[in-house]
C-alpha cells in the first residue's frame, strides 16, 4: 500500500497535472514525464504503480480517437505481444531489483529517449523487415518497461520509422502505451506491488492528469508544439542525468 503525506499528494497531483499538459501538448509524454519526476521523491516501483490508472486512462482515450484500429492492431500484434512478454518478465527487475539500480536504468532510458529524439534521426524500416523487427522491438520496450515503468524506448522511435500517417501514428502510440500499461499492471500486481492501497492512490491521479491534458490541448492550439516539445526534452534530459548519477553524488 502507499502511503502519503499531504505534502506528498500535493506533489503527486502537480506531477500528473504537468504530465497530463505534456501529453495534451505533444500527444505522449504522461508515464515519462510521471516517471521521471515521481521517481525523485519516492521509489520506482511505488511511482509506477501510481501511474497505472491514469497512464491507462488517457492512453484509451487516445486510442478510441484515432481512425484505424482494426489495421493497426492486425499489422502491430506481434510487436504488442514481444511488449507483454517483455514487460512481465522485465518487471521483476522493478518488484525485486535495488531501487537503486533501478532509478539509474530509469535515467538511462530519459536520457536515450529525451537524446535520441532531440537529435531527430530520421529512421526508416522497410517493409520486408517489419515482421522480424516487430516482435524484437516489443520484446525489448517491454524489457525497458518492466525495468524502469517507461514505455517509450524502442517503441515510439520504431513506430515513427514505419511511415504512418500523423492520425495512424498517434492511434499506434495510443495502441503501444495502452497495451504496456496493462502489461505492467499485470507484472507489478504478480510482484506484489500493487495492492488495493495503490490502485485507489492511482485512481485519485486521474483527475489531475486529464485536467492537465485539457490544459495542455488549449496551450498546444496558442504556441508552437515543436518549440514546446524541445524544452520539454531538454528538461528530461537533465532529470535523466539526475537521476542515472544518483549514486555517484
Known amino acids: 500500500m ?3 503525506s499531504a505534502p506528498q499528494i500535493l506533489i503527486v497531483a502537480a506531477t500528473f497535472l504537468l504530465a497530463g499538459v505534456v501529453k495534451g501538448v505533444t500527444g505522449m509524454g504522461l508515464p515519462t514525464v510521471a516517471m521521471a519526476l515521481l521517481a525523485t521523491v519516492m521509489s520506482p516501483v511505488a511511482a509506477a504503480a501510481l501511474l497505472i490508472v491514469p497512464s491507462f486512462v488517457t492512453n484509451v482515450w487516445q486510442l478510441a480517437a484515432g481512425p484505424s484500429f482494426s489495421a493497426l492492431a492486425r499489422r502491430l500484434w506481434p510487436m504488442m505481444a514481444g511488449i507483454v512478454l517483455g514487460t512481465v518478465a522485465g518487471s521483476w527487475l522493478l518488484t525485486h531489483g535495488s531501487g537503486g539500480w533501478t532509478s539509474v536504468g530509469l535515467g538511462l532510458a530519459l536520457v536515450a529517449y529525451a537524446a535520441s529524439s532531440l537529435a531527430a534521426w530520421q529512421l526508416s524500416v522497410p517493409a520486408r523487415l517489419e515482421a522480424r523487427l516487430g516482435p524484437l522491438v516489443g520484446l525489448a520496450t517491454g524489457a525497458v518497461t518492466g525495468g524502469t515503468g517507461v514505455f517509450v524506448i524502442p517503441a515510439v522511435p520504431y513506430l515513427q520509422a514505419l511511415g504512418l500517417d500523423k492520425e495512424d501514428l498517434v492511434q499506434a502510440l495510443g495502441l503501444s502505451f495502452t497495451v504496456s ?4 499492471a499485470i507484472g507489478l500486481a504478480g510482484g506484489g506491488a500493487l495492492a488495493a492501497g495503490g490502485l485507489a492512490a492511482s485512481l485519485l491521479a486521474i483527475a489531475p492528469a486529464l485536467a492537465g491534458m485539457g490544459l495542455g ?3 498546444r492550439r496558442r504556441v ?5 516539445r524541445r524544452w520539454f526534452l531538454i528538461v528530461l534530459l537533465l532529470l535523466g542525468l539526475q537521476l542515472a548519477l544518483r549514486p555517484m553524488l
Open 224 to 228: 508552437s508544439a515543436a518549440t514546446f
Open 181 to 184: 500499461t496493462v502489461a505492467l
Open 2 to 4: 502507499i502511503d502519503m
Open 217 to 219: 490541448q488549449w496551450v
